[in-house]
């Protein structure tokens, strides 16, 4: 059987065999995964943006399995016709190629990549250098004033949720949250979090109940940075507490606000981190690598197996960064006493909904 890099040269020379197709094999042929096609043509070319699959080249381009949709023009494309428009290929090379991809080419292993990278989309996609996402805070409706704006994200995070308000409001004064067109929560990170200048990562939450693309960053391996106005002036951190989830981080902070948990012994210069996603490991090492005075991490990740092998990874990522005695397991020393106690808590979020005005835990 030829190989990928034969068939590939043979295209581009036009060194290939030309038959004749039924127009019956041209729309069977056609019928080929475009995703899988792709990615096994260049998987540089795929990226995953939140939920959905995008083309390097053009941003714009979503792609589907059986076509590509310009979300800009409305303009949908079968495989066939996207291997002659963004690929550059002839009729015929385009044949040739969606023939030996449909009858040649395993899928399955093709497949398993694509499973393996949107399992884990959620926790950071390919970055996109390119892409500006300052555009946000000019669309914010909190910013604006909209009183719907507010409404629904109360309603979402302070009751539904049971954030504290004054923590609600004080991500937005300081424009760590915004809210999209859409009524989607942006938790916003930026370069620079005390200059609040160029956004490299959005992390959405939905209100309404459609789809949205969950977490957005121009930079791979991206979550979710936030610190006191005072601590960031000197950056000096001393520790910083990873949370799988901003929901989680909120609800850490708000537990602190009411007085609900005590911290025994931790740096009073500290950050924190959402890697919005428990395999987002490499996010938590270039923070340390960028900000060496860290010598302490709190993990506080999920009180479930995912959460237990998460914070082990984690662990095993920065183990040469950071001395093992220095890296704190806050589910060992919070959630699980305060389970034994109140009953099964799987995160701080859960924590925070447990009686309210309870003096839970030291920390």
């Not at 459609?210 to 951190?237: I, M, Q, R």
């Not at 799988?244 to 007085?259: K, N, P, Q, T, V």
């Not at 662990?315 to 099964?344: F, H, Q, V, W």
Request: glycine letters at 4%; one cysteine or more.
């Amino acid at each position: 059987m030829l190989t990928k890099e034969t068939v590939l040269r043979n295209t581009i020379n036009n060194t290939f065999v030309k038959r004749s197709y039924s127009q019956a094999k041209i729309s069977k042929i056609s019928n080929s995964d475009l995703i899988q096609f792709i990615f096994w043509f260049d998987n540089n070319l795929v990226l995953r943006i939140g939920n959905q699959y995008r083309f390097r080249e053009d941003t714009q381009i979503a792609l589907y399995s059986n076509m590509a949709i310009n979300h800009y023009t409305g303009e949908c494309m079968p495989p066939l016709f996207f291997l002659q428009n963004y690929l550059g290929f002839t009729f015929p090379q385009a044949l040739y190629l969606l023939n030996h991809f449909y009858f040649k080419v395993a899928k399955a292993p093709i497949q398993k990549e694509l499973n393996a990278i949107s399992a884990s989309s959620h926790a950071a996609v390919s970055s996109i250098n390119e892409l500006d996402l300052n555009g946000i805070t000019d669309e914010d409706r909190l910013f604006k004033g909209e009183n719907l704006a507010l409404r629904r994200t109360m309603a979402y995070l302070y009751k539904t949720r049971h954030i504290s308000r004054d923590v609600v409001l004080h991500f937005i004064h300081h424009r760590y949250l915004m809210m999209d067109e859409s009524y989607n929560l942006c938790f916003i990170t930026y370069r620079d979090s005390l200059a609040k200048g160029e956004v490299i990562a959005i992390t959405k939450k939905g209100t309404t109940g459609t789809p949205y693309e969950c977490n957005l960053v121009k930079e791979s391996s991206t979550g979710f940075f936030y610190a006191k106005k005072d601590n960031l002036s000197t950056a000096d951190y001393e520790e910083v507490f990873v949370f799988e989830s901003i929901i989680d981080l909120l609800s850490y902070l708000s537990l602190l606000r009411e007085g609900r948990i005590h911290e025994a012994d931790h740096a009073d210069n500290r950050c924190y981190i959402s890697l919005n996603g428990a395999n987002n490991r490499r996010y938590l090492s270039g923070l340390l690598l960028k900000y060496p005075s860290i010598q302490t991490v709190s993990l506080c990740m999920d009180n479930d197996q995912k959460g237990i092998e998460g914070a082990e990874r984690l662990r095993t990522e920065i183990k040469s960064i950071i001395k093992p005695e220095n890296i704190i397991d806050l589910r060992e020393r919070g959630l699980k006493p305060i389970s034994a106690k109140y009953g099964y808590c799987k995160d701080w979020n859960d924590v925070l909904r447990l009686l309210a005005g309870d003096v839970l835990a030291e920390v």
